[in-house]
């Protein structure tokens, strides 16, 4: 017979067999801890449940450890009979000694240090850490784990009894103040990123996981991803990556220790309650007691919280005139809002505390029990008293290993109106727990409306099938070909809905939200929604500081600069202005005379700016005796790599007006000059009129160029030019005017980026 148990905290209901020797199991679903005394419908434990003999259900399996005291004929504690054959007060007075000395009985086992918020302390010497129990012993329950955005339904048997597990300790007594602020600050961690053995970004992290001397750091994603490109030029040799060090007890003398990190997992997804990475670090002595982001606590609005973490980094070292690494800080607040997204599931917390530049990665946890509230991410602006944590659910989703995004490339249509897709599914999988992807696809007109259900859960897309992909056992990424059919003709008909899921360790299949994503007209990289827009947004600022004055060798153009609205204006009157060595004056000398601004590049880098406004250079060639009459005009605006005036590459968005026809053309222009002549033929791409996204890339000496319609998810990569230029050269823009008409060339959101990983994340590799 098996016996039905309801978890007094989210009701899910499971069964332990009367023969199962426990007498208490954490529900698999919320990880809450109770007696078996709360039976079905009950809200009260029972005697039972004062017995020392204790039991867990885990992820793992169901197991259980007897504490010293003997046991019965059917193998249940001795003391369990005593109790509960004496009267009510003696039953209260010897379940509370029970308690006590249970309390007291987990040891240090092994030699992992004991959590900030112990749960599951290791088994005092010399206690069974497993028992047989029949075959049969298991218990059978359907898992129902909510999951903000990505979640699993299954309905699988647990393990047998068998399996070894740590016991559950009782409930602790209220911690120290003093001694949970001790604890978390001996958990902080001080992370910084090195180049050549100086450090250029710092931030905060903590521990979360000890084995030896090994131990595991929880962190943002922007903490551990350096951002170079936030970095004046030059600062960084070309090619060079930083190194991430973790500093443990920094400031504290010689009890301080800097090691190298590598980096388990992070999720390159750019989302702010996502933004979490992994750190490895080997050879750690004395390490710290780990905060265990396992042991849950439900945050709520109003509950006073307590962070660590290195604000401003070494600066507030600086002021007191101190040496070497920052000693940890100790903020505080409470929770002042529960974010939550569209379907009702928490995304990120707000806290009314100040949080700094350097508080980033840094735990926040709750200051009574000290368990994990979430991580430190972002603040708004110069508030102090508005910032942002992501939650520690999380935390425990990323360790427990997720498909973070993906990436898509449209490889081709074929007649029969299906589209051939190449997926690649970045993951985020420190502990090595995804056992599989996979992905399914339908035209968006297919499917009606998809939400989560109650407890998050989303549904797979109905009617597909999944396709395998394939994992690469050297990185985080899952790789296949999807095939997808499409829903008719036109625009809309490229609309479609993609869907991820992983398996987890049991082999269930745990579903991503569905994205929407608009098929382009022609192959090629589909960008997905706002993540060029973030990446500008971003690094816009800087750049456009970088670009120096006109050069205007005509001397009659003009150049504004509305740095509020990252806006850029370049006026060029009714003359001949021009780049193109063909174009040359009757003694044979190129006119070369388009004003440009420029910024240093040096190696490796992108850029990328929006040429926008009306192109429209009318029907009048200009007016110049020295120059021989043209059929056409030409206006053109857009991005120069530059030398000298004999070797250089544009890309520019073009509009011309042949005057055989005087019909209007849009084109993409491409032209290589190298030592005054044209190292190849210009290339020229018909394109919708209309603002657009210029790229010019260069990448281990190799030149790209991409083009982007400002309305359009498509992005066009044209082929790479080995273009023979230094490794120093000057990048920026410039405008062209072969016309009567004077031109105004517009340009908005200049960036410029020396980071190969966000170049990788923008662009592909």
Known sequence: ????????????????????????????????????????????????????????????GMRRSSAA???????????????????GLAVILLGAVVVLLVSRGGGAGGQAAAPVAVAEPAPAKGAE?????????????????????ETSVAATPAPS???PVAPIAATPAAIDPQEIIRRVKDAAVYIKNKVGGRTISSGSGFVIEVNGDTVVVATNRHVAVADLSELPPGLVSPGTLPTIEAVFRSGQGKDEQALPAQILAADLSEEMNVDLAFLIVKGVSRPPSPIDPMVRIQPAEGMVYIGAGFPLGGLLSKVTESQGNPSVTITGGRIAALRRNAYGQLAVLQVDGSLQPGNSGGPIIDEKT?????????????????????????????LAGRVGSLDLTLESVNPQGTANLLVKALLVDPKSQVGGVVVHAAPASSVSALTPNSEGVWPPLPNTRPVELQRDPRAQVAAGHVQVALGGQGASARKILIQSAHRDLRGRLVYSKPEEVLLPAEPGRIVPPGDLQRLIKAVRPKSLALLGPLIDPAKDCRLDKDESRFKIRIDVPGKLHTLSPEIVVRKNQPVHNSPMTLADVDGDFA???????????????????????????????????????????????????FSDTLRPVHRLIIEAVKDGKQAMNPIYYD??????????????????????????????????????LPTKLKIGLSASNISAKPFTATFENFVLLSDVTKMDQALGD
């Not at 406004?613 to 005796?625: F, K, M």
């Not at 603002?691 to 030149?703: G, V």
Request: with cysteine.
């Open 607 to 657: 850029a990328l700016v929006e040429v926008t406004g009306d192109i429209s250079p009318g029907a009048t060639p200009p007016r110049d005796r020295q120059v021989r009459a043209y059929h056409f005009t030409v206006q053109s605006a857009g991005l120069i790599l530059y030398q000298d005036k004999n070797n250089f590459l544009r890309l520019e968005r073009a509009g011309s007006i």
């Open 370 to 398: 000290g368990k994990l509230i979430g991580v430190a991410v972002a603040k708004v602006g110069s508030v102090d008293t508005i910032g942002f944590v992501v939650p520690a659910d999380e935390v425990r989703r990323a």
């Open 129 to 149: 850490s497993e028992a047989t129990a029949p075959q049969a012993s298991t218990i059978n329950r359907t898992a129902l784990t909510a999951v903000s955005g």
């Open 161 to 163: 009894l068998a399996t």
């Open 69 to 87: 005291g003997g046991s019965g004929p059917a193998g249940r504690p001795i003391l369990l009979y005593t109790t509960l054959a004496v009267s």
């Open 1 to 60: 017979m098996a016996r039905v148990v309801i978890c007094p905290t989210c009701q899910s209901k499971g069964s332990v067999p009367d023969q199962a020797q426990v007498d208490k199991i954490r529900c698999p679903r919320c990880g809450t801890v109770f007696p078996l005394g709360f039976a079905a419908g009950s809200r009260q434990p029972s005697a039972a449940s004062s017995a020392p003999a204790q039991a867990a259900v885990s992820g793992s």
């Open 687 to 724: 394109v919708p009129e209309g603002d657009c996204l210029l790229i010019l890339e260069r990448r281990k000496r190799r030149l790209r160029c991409w083009y982007k319609p400002k309305e359009s998810n498509h992005i066009l990569r044209t082929r790479d030019f080995a273009l023979d």
